[in-house]
């Protein structure tokens, strides 16, 4: 019997060359930008850089690294030109896959190039707070801290999900965002009380609140691009 965890997807008729993919997810945010590529690699090597982003920008407010950030800049401009890649074939591929998939697929790339936009304005927080010495409180660096821990998760479960196309780990990804999306509303209060009863620096506040905004819309992102896996098992 057919295991109903596993959903068919409309990318592995286009990618014969995936399952060595998988062997090397450590190694594909490596992978420079190249239209020799199926959509499904390419979006595979899209968020393996998303990936190396968030741990680059995970421990970046408590300690910078200039090097590192230096490395994220690359990343950032490799997810924006795969982006253009990979719709590009996409739109090749249109009518192999059929109209609704294609409508819902053909958003993939922008999403996770839109991810991408939010870590270099993340990269940007800090390093304006590396260059003019802004302080965040500690209880800050701890909510930050566990925040990028999720958001790291749930950008390896939604390459895995493209992956092994299993619809449990799916619904991981939507417990995890509404999670995330709870405890980026209670960093939003805390910081205001700790602004209220003086343990913020007034500097640090915008930049902070930036940094949430940013995440908050990484998960919206990560989110959809969820949900249209989501649609994609059902249609199958």
Request: proline share 3%.
């Amino acid at each position: 019997m057919k295991d109903q965890r596993i959903f068919a997807s409309p990318f592995r008729m286009m990618s014969p060359r995936l399952d060595a993919e998988a062997d090397r997810f450590k190694d594909l945010h490596e992978v420079s930008v190249s239209e020799d590529h199926t959509p499904e690699e390419g979006m595979l090597i899209m968020i393996s850089k998303l990936v190396e982003m968030c741990k680059i920008l995970s421990p970046s407010f408590a300690a910078p690294d200039e090097e590192k950030l230096a490395q994220c800049d690359r990343l950032a401009e490799e997810v924006h030109k795969w982006e253009g890649a990979v719709t590009k074939n996409l739109m090749a591929a249109q009518s192999t896959i059929g109209q609704n998939l294609f409508r819902l697929v053909v958003r993939f790339p922008v999403r996770l190039e839109r991810i991408g936009d939010m870590f270099q304005n993340i990269l940007t927080c800090a390093r304006l707070k590396a260059r003019d010495g802004i302080p965040f409180s500690d209880k800050g660096l701890e909510e930050l801290s566990a925040i990028f821990a999720i958001v790291l998760e749930m950008l390896t479960n939604v390459r895995d999900a493209l992956m092994i196309r299993n619809k449990t780990l799916l619904g991981h990804v939507k417990s995890q965002r509404d999670k995330l999306s709870h405890m980026l509303l209670e960093a939003r209060f805390a910081h205001w009380e700790r602004l209220e009863a003086g343990f913020c620096a007034p500097q640090a506040s915008s930049l902070y609140l930036d940094i949430l905004d940013s995440l908050t819309g990484t998960n919206e992102y990560l989110g959809k691009i969820c949900d249209s896996l989501v649609a994609i098992a059902d249609e199958a």
